[in-house]
T-cell receptor, first 112, second 113 residues
Framework: DTEVTQTPKHLVMGMTNKKSLKCEQH?????MYWYKQKAKKPPELMFV???????INESVPSRFSPECPNSSLLNLHLHALQPEDSALYLC???????????FGEGSRLTVL | GENVEQHPSTLSVQEGDSAVIKCTYS??????FPWYKQELGKGPQLIID?????GEKKDQRIAVTLNKTAKHFSLHITETQPEDSAVYFC????????????FGTGTRLTIIP
């Protein structure tokens, strides 16, 4: 199994809503990542988890809250988002930090 | 920090012809250079990578060349096929074990049947 699975594929939320994005991998990878991708732009790193501990937070606003419940799961909790946060949110994993990245198909988020 | 420039931003080639995408990087300490392909509605997928101790790497129709002196690297796709149509991103990092991968701005490649 070489897949990274993200749910939901599409999410529309208001600025006062609380929602979560979920990511799952069963490749035994110990590093997991959240990236944000705006249209026609490259992915931008948000967070890195290594062995279930947060190792990188790229100065992401606190309205984005990551969580790594176990080595296979990664969540991104969303609260009080702004319309400019609308984007494709990509989860990725790698065997170790900095290794080959395996990306999921992304969750397309629209904030109204 | 590292800065990666990528050209061209769009590229159209006839099916069967070759396509070349070029990237330059700013930090001479970078030594790992992967290339990702992103198809419509999908996440990026690694297609080939190269480390600084190698000047060229080939995998079937895809090859990457690296010139560390000039700080640029290129992706070459030969005998292009319609399924090669996608957005391609180059990237660079200080080392294979470094989580901070800097992406180029992307090239939208269109293969004309």
């Amino acid at each position: 199994d070489t897949e990274v699975t993200q749910t939901p594929k599409h999410l529309v939320m208001g600025m006062t809503n609380k929602k979560s994005l979920k990511c799952e991998q069963h490749m035994g990878h110990r590093a997991m990542y959240w990236y944000k991708q705006k249209a026609k732009k490259p992915p931008e790193l948000m967070f890195v988890y290594s062995y279930e501990k947060l190792s990188i937070n790229e100065s992401v606003p606190s309205r984005f809250s990551p969580e790594c419940p176990n080595s296979s799961l990664l969540n991104l909790h969303l609260h009080a988002l702004q319309p400019e946060d609308s984007a494709l949110y990509l989860c990725a994993s790698s065997q170790v930090v900095g290794g080959e990245l395996f990306f999921g198909e992304g969750s397309r988020l629209t904030v109204l | 920090g590292e800065n990666v420039e990528q050209h061209p931003s769009t590229l159209s080639v006839q099916e069967g012809d070759s396509a070349v995408i070029k990237c330059t990087y700013s930090d001479s300490a970078s030594n790992y250079f992967p290339w990702y392909k992103q198809e419509l509605g999908k996440g990026p997928q690694l297609i080939i990578d190269i480390r600084s101790n190698v000047g060229e790497k080939k995998d079937q129709r895809i090859a990457v060349t690296l010139n560390k002196t000039a700080k640029h690297f290129s992706l070459h796709i030969t005998e292009t096929q319609p399924e090669d149509s996608a957005v391609y991103f180059c990237a660079a990092s200080y080392s294979f074990g470094n989580e901070k991968l800097t992406f180029g701005t992307g090239t939208r490649l269109t293969i004309i049947p």
